[in-house]
Structure formats: structure tokens, C-alpha cells
Nanobody
Framework: QVQLVESGGGVVQAGGSLRLSCAAS????????VGWYRQPQGERRELVAD???????LLSDAVEGRFTISTDNAKNTVDLQMNSLKPEDTAVYYC???????????WGQGTQVTVSR
């Protein structure tokens, strides 16, 4: 059973930075997609960033230029570096991955990020 465990959330002032990390129970190379979604309170879950087939990186318009996604194959982690944080970035952030054939999705338990004014 695949497990994804997030860490690194917390409270930060606007303009600050946080780094989220997602540890996978297996090799990152066993996934087709790895990435991050977020869900602000009372709103729908939305894509933040992901990496497809280890090469193609996508970032939402809302975070382009401020967030960076990366993987560490040696540690089997997917990291999200968040800079210039804004109050509207406040949300629960979820790590996710898909199997190589896309038939299965895996989700972490989520980590809260709160950006104060």
C-alpha cells in the first residue's frame, strides 16, 4: 500500500517562505505524476504544482513565479518550496501521486499552511 506523508506546514507572515515535503513509501520513479493540491476552507481542492513522468513541471497561475516543485529520488520525496507567501495561499496542502498507468491515485493526509497578514 502506497503511503504519502506530508510535513513542513505551519504559520508564516505574508512575504515569508515555507517548504513542504512529501515522503513516499516507495520509489518516486514508480509514479507517473507526483504533485501538490491545496484546499482553502470551504472551497474546492485545486492543483498547485505537479511533475509528470519525471520531466514536465506544471504550476498553477496563482503560484507561478513564487512556488517551485522538485523531487529527490534518493530520499523519495516531493518538495514544494513556497516563497513570497500571500494570505490567499492559506489552505490544507495535499501531496498526491498516480500510478504509472494512471489507474490509481494516492493522497497524503494534508498539512495546514496559514499565511497571516
Amino acid at each position: 500500500q502506497v503511503q504519502l506523508v506530508e510535513s513542513g506546514g505551519g504559520v508564516v507572515q505574508a512575504g515569508g517562505s515555507l517548504r513542504l515535503s512529501c515522503a513516499a513509501s516507495g520509489s518516486i520513479s514508480n509514479f507517473n505524476e507526483v504533485g501538490w493540491y491545496r484546499q482553502p476552507q470551504g472551497e474546492r481542492r485545486e492543483l498547485v504544482a505537479d511533475i509528470i513522468s519525471g520531466r514536465t513541471t506544471l504550476l498553477s497561475d496563482a503560484v507561478e513565479g513564487r512556488f517551485t516543485i522538485s523531487t529527490d529520488n534518493a530520499k523519495n520525496t516531493v518538495d514544494l518550496q513556497m516563497n513570497s507567501l500571500k494570505p490567499e495561499d492559506t489552505a490544507v496542502y495535499y501531496c498526491y501521486a498516480t500510478s504509472l498507468d494512471g489507474s490509481d491515485e494516492y493522497w497524503g493526509q494534508g498539512t495546514q499552511v496559514t499565511v497571516s497578514r
